[in-house]
T-cell receptor, first 116, second 118 residues
Framework: GAVVSQHPSRVICKSGTSVKIECRSLDFQATTMFWYRQFPKQSLMLMATSNEGSKATYEQGVEKDKFLINHASLTLSTLTVTSAHPEDSSFYIC????????????FGPGTRLTVT | AQKVTQAQTEISVVEKEDVTLDCVYETRDTTYYLFWYKQPPSGELVFLIRRNSFDEQNEISGRYSWNFQKSTSSFNFTITASQVVDSAVYFCALSEEGYGGATNKLIFGTGTLLAVQP
């Protein structure tokens, strides 16, 4: 299977600061990456679809100015949580899709964000 | 609109029991994909299976088997002879093809927490 990494795995930040989460596809080029958010004991909710070289497509209700997504290369997408607040504390998971050969999304290990 | 329902919030079984996790989906598309993922306590999602809407053949992989029935819009997952290591949250998900295959969004069910007791 394909490998997707996320960094950092855990981050604690103070309210009002910004934090960047990286998602990398390690052994394939991903034209499309996805960002999900998961609250404790809940399902994954798609936040946005990130396409290499173009603007991300955000799901309804997701603030694009707060959750900045950049997909600058075929192997890297970043999610920046700006002016973080305690309610942004969550588990953020990225996934990457190969451009050909199926519709599987390969998931990263997730990033646990805690805003104090 | 597409939707995935996993009515079982939590299931507890004793090791070696068989257990079936239910998944019911809604979609208007004729072409779609169904998935099962496992999420152990570590949090990382593990891909288990993908099934497209034109392939209703049931599948068996070791102790895992899947029953896809379009007539009832269900894609159920059975673990035979469960083991403690099977304890995890299991998610069923749906992806519609969209125009030119471009959509590909995964719609997740709410998950079923499976606890296998020794």
């Amino acid at each position: 299977g394909a490998v997707v990494s996320q960094h950092p795995s855990r981050v604690i930040c103070k309210s009002g600061t910004s934090v960047k989460i990286e998602c990398r596809s390690l052994d394939f080029q991903a034209t499309t990456m996805f960002w999900y958010r998961q609250f404790p004991k809940q399902s994954l909710m798609l936040m946005a679809t990130s396409n290499e070289g173009s603007k991300a497509t955000y799901e309804q209700g997701v603030e694009k100015d707060k959750f900045l997504i950049n997909h600058a290369s075929l192997t890297l997408s970043t999610l920046t949580v700006t002016s973080a607040h305690p309610e942004d504390s969550s588990f953020y998971i990225c996934s990457a899709r190969k451009p050909v050969g199926g519709y599987e999304q390969y998931f990263g290990p997730g990033t646990r964000l805690t805003v104090t | 609109a597409q939707k995935v329902t996993q009515a079982q919030t939590e299931i507890s079984v004793v090791e070696k029991e068989d257990v079936t996790l239910d998944c019911v989906y809604e979609t208007r598309d004729t072409t779609y994909y169904l998935f099962w993922y496992k999420q152990p306590p570590s949090g990382e999602l593990v891909f288990l299976i993908r099934r497209n809407s034109f392939d209703e053949q049931n599948e068996i992989s070791g102790r895992y088997s899947w029953n896809f029935q379009k007539s009832t819009s269900s894609f159920n997952f059975t673990i035979t002879a469960s083991q403690v290591v099977d304890s995890a949250v299991y998610f069923c998900a749906l992806s519609e093809e969209g125009y030119g295959g471009a959509t590909n969004k995964l719609i997740f069910g709410t998950g079923t927490l499976l606890a296998v007791q020794p």
